[in-house]
Each structure stands twice: as C-alpha cells, then as structure tokens.
C-alpha cells in the first residue's frame, strides 16, 4: 500500500475525521492552526494528528499528516490498522510546511551569554541560550568553546550537561572543542597566546580538556604533527572530528579524512584559498580519496557577510551532500550593535552585523540566526526549499550520527519540529511534541491545552 493511498484510506475510514477543527485554545494558537479534539478510543498516551500540511520527509515536502504520541512521531498504518486506534487531538496547521527542528552544531553563545569566558554562570548561560533559540526554529545546539586557557576549560567543561531539550529550552546535544590545536596562521579570533601542538599527541589532549565527557565534535588543524593519532583516539571515542583553522594542503587534509576526520569547519574562512595546483582543505569536497560509504560534511556560515553568495554556489554545486548550516554566532547574537566578547577577546559588532576583533576588521563570529541562515542559502544558491531545509536539520543530525532520532520527521525519531509558511518564517517550534513557542503569542514554556470534545 502506498503512503499516498493509506494517507487516503485513513480519512475515509478513521472516525478522527468527523468534523471539522475548530478554533485553537491553549498552546494551539487560534490564528496560526487551531484543533480538535476526538473521544478517546483507548486508555493510553494522547495522540495528535497535524493535518492540512506539508511535512519534509526523506528529502521531499510530502502532503502528508504528522502523528505524534509520547513525543515521538508515530506511524499512522500501524496505528490504525495494529491498534485500532485514531487522533485524540487534531491540530489544523492551515496549509504551512512542518520541517524538522534546525540544528547548530557551532554556536558560540548568545543573548549576552558567552561560553567560553562565562564561567561563573555557565549553566545559566546555557539555559538563556536554549531559551532564546526556540524563536528560531532551534531545538538542539552544540554549544561552542573556543581556544582558552587550560583552567577555563577546566572550570567550564565537566559543568556542560548534555540535555534532552523541552519548554525550558532547545537541547544540549554534546560540546564543539574549537581550538587550541590550530594553526597560528590561520587562528581567526583565537588567541595565538593560547594555542597548542601535539608534542605528546593525546597527553596534550588529556593536559588541556581534564576531561572529554560531553565532547561530541572536536575541531583541529591536521598539519599538526601528531594529528593523525589524535584524530584515531577521537574517533574511538565516537567524537566527531573537524579539519578547520588551517593552512594544510589536501594531502595533509586527506590524511586526517583517512585517520577519521568527517567535517570541515566552517568552509572557506580561516583556512588556506583554494588554488587550481593544490586546493587545500576546500579540495576535500571532490576529493577521490574520501573513504568509501564516508559522507564528509562541512558547516556553512550562511550570514551574507562570511561567505560570498558565489562561495556559497561553488560549495553547494560542488557537494550538496555534506552542505551544513551553521550560526558560528557570539553572544551578540540577538543583541544591538556595540562591543561584545568571544572568549578572551573582545569583538565590535557594526550597524551592518558584521562581528570583528575590537580594532580590527578580522572576522570573528556572527550574530545570525538558523532561520536566517536557512533562508539566505536558499536566495543565494538558488536550491529546493528541500535542499536549504535538510542543510540546517538532517545534515548535521548525520554528521553527529544521531539521525535515527533527530534532523528527520521519520517513524520514531523525536517529535522535534517547526512550522514554517512559505518563506520559511518560523511560526511555531514543537519539542517532543510539545509547543514550546509560538508567534502569534511570543510563547516560551508550557500551556495547560483547553480541550473540547465532540459528543
């Protein structure tokens, strides 16, 4: 039976479609989608039915109804044709996309929070953070640390929690190491003070970080020497690992693809130009010598200021498939103009939101945000909605390794989502299922739903 026909078969036959929704109340906003509640058929977990959509499935914007129960996103087929059951709870969406929730694998802060230097209050850093991120479409973060002294990572490594995300805020999916084991010449806002090499290889690593737990993406230039087996022991450790602040050739930078490396830091910034005779790290994307079944992948800082909308062609038509979104955001982000922080230095932002080392015209960040990223690639490049949705959600999800449950709206992946109108503004965000913005309202947290029920 084919997706489309069952979609078919369960409106003509499931006594969830009786009726017809009515004005949202509670956490449904009225003017956006509104629900419908059905008489329970069972005594187990609510389920709810989005209808009137279209939802980002396998690459496709399908018409196709979401069910959710228990927080993960449920199959409908075996629902009604295993369990004889329906909807308890409809939700109209008015005829808007339902995409995964966007994922940022680099963020360095935001909202004032900076995490590398706010070490007194990281926690609460990290849940201001989380907390802002809901407007836009974020429901899981990588939380980045940039090249610091020894007894800041000390301090502020062990007290960053991995966390499922909810009301209170988008999830912790695991730290991005940024630094100190890059190259001097191409440091970027790192400062060279603070940078390290692999004189011992994995003593040094141990010397550094204390501690690796909660680690999941770990960035390192590979002509370092000793790289190759820092880059094994990461691995083996299921810690992704990133070639970026650079000035290594593509022999350099394939060797650390053949020790393990799957990512490239933010493409094209802080690392050496392409030239036609040796196209360094940027080489990586056509490469011939990526290990079979390896999926290399590569983050994009899609602001309009660190990449040229022909970089950002180049990239896209050259390797579509590794092409991920990120922020690279400082904790400017969702701030006004002036001077900020990242890390131990301190960063003018401009009227034109470019973010600079104080004094300098040296990049450093950005204050985007993921939707604003999403929509800018999809201007710039020209792409399917499809391709510039997938870079900010499957994408990173694959390169963490943690698509089987996020980055996708598949059977029994986390109920994590967005609804989207045409333009790609985000109108809602959806935790485990749960509304926890939206905006109509402004809203952060949960609601109590006012449920009405057909008799």
């Keep these: 039976m084919s997706?489309?026909?069952?979609?078919?078969?369960?409106?003509?036959?499931?006594?969830?479609?009786r009726g017809r929704a009515v004005k949202g109340r509670g956490p449904w906003s009225a003017t956006?989608?509104?629900?419908?509640?059905?008489p329970s058929n069972r005594s187990t977990s609510t389920i709810y039915q989005f209808y009137n959509c279209r939802i980002l499935k396998d690459g496709k914007l399908q018409r196709e109804d979401l069910w959710i129960r228990d927080?993960?996103?449920l199959n409908p087929e075996k629902l009604f044709f295993d369990e004889k059951g329906y909807a308890d709870v409809r939700i109209d969406c008015k005829n808007l996309l339902i995409s995964p929730g966007y994922i940022d694998v680099q963020i360095n802060g935001g909202f004032g929070v900076d995490f590398s230097s706010d070490v007194e209050n990281i926690e609460e850093g990290l849940s201001k953070v989380a907390k802002g991120l809901l407007a836009y479409g974020c429901t899981s973060f990588c939380p980045t640390i940039?090249?610091?002294?020894?007894?800041?990572?000390?301090?502020?490594?062990?007290?960053?929690?991995?966390?499922?995300?909810?009301s209170e805020g988008a999830g912790v999916l695991g730290i991005h190491i940024e630094g100190p084991f890059i190259s001097k010449d191409k440091k970027g806002a790192h400062p060279e003070r603070y940078l390290k090499?692999?004189?011992?290889?994995?003593?040094?690593?141990?010397?550094?970080?204390?501690?690796?737990?909660?680690?999941?993406?770990?960035?390192?230039?590979?002509?370092l020497e000793n790289s190759s087996d820092v880059i094994k022991q990461m691995v083996k450790r299921n810690i992704r690992v990133s070639v970026g602040h650079s000035s290594a050739n593509l022999s350099q930078a394939e060797a650390a693809v053949k020790a393990g490396a799957t990512c490239i830091t933010h493409l094209f910034n802080a690392m050496g130009p392409f030239h036609h005779r040796d196209p360094g790290i940027v080489g990586l994307l056509t490469s011939h010598k990526i290990p079979k079944g390896v999926t290399l992948f590569y983050g994009m800082i899609a602001d309009g200021i660190h990449t040229d909308p022909a970089a950002l062609r180049i990239a896209y038509r050259a390797h579509p498939r590794g092409l991920m979104l990120v922020t690279d955001a400082i904790n400017a982000m969702g701030y006004p103009i002036g001077t900020h922080k990242i890390g131990q230095l301190d960063v003018d932002v401009t009227s034109d939101g470019q973010a600079c080392i104080s004094g300098t015209n040296t990049l450093c960040g950005s204050i985007v945000t993921m939707d604003k990223c999403v929509k800018h690639f999809l201007e710039a490049t020209s792409c399917s909605v499809e391709e510039a949705l997938d870079a900010g959600t499957r994408h990173p999800a694959e390169m963490l390794g943690i698509a089987a449950q996020k980055g996708t709206l598949g059977y029994n992946?986390?109920?994590?989502?967005i609804l989207l109108d045409d333009e790609l503004n985000v109108q809602a965000t959806y935790i485990a299922g749960e509304l926890v913005w939206d905006k109509v309202k402004g809203h952060h947290g949960k609601r109590t739903i006012q449920r009405k029920t057909l008799s």
């Design 146 to 166: 940039v090249t610091s002294p020894p007894e800041i990572y000390k301090q502020i490594l062990p007290r960053i929690k991995l966390r499922d995300g909810s």
């Design 71 to 73: 927080g993960k996103i």
């Design 197 to 223: 090499k692999f004189h011992q290889g994995w003593d040094d690593v141990l010397d550094t970080y204390s501690t690796l737990e909660g680690v999941k993406l770990f960035t390192v230039a590979p002509e």
């Design 32 to 38: 956006v989608y509104g629900y419908l509640e059905m």
């Design 3 to 17: 997706r489309q026909k069952s979609s078919s078969s369960l409106k003509r036959k499931c006594p969830d479609d």
């Design 413 to 417: 992946s986390d109920a994590d989502f």
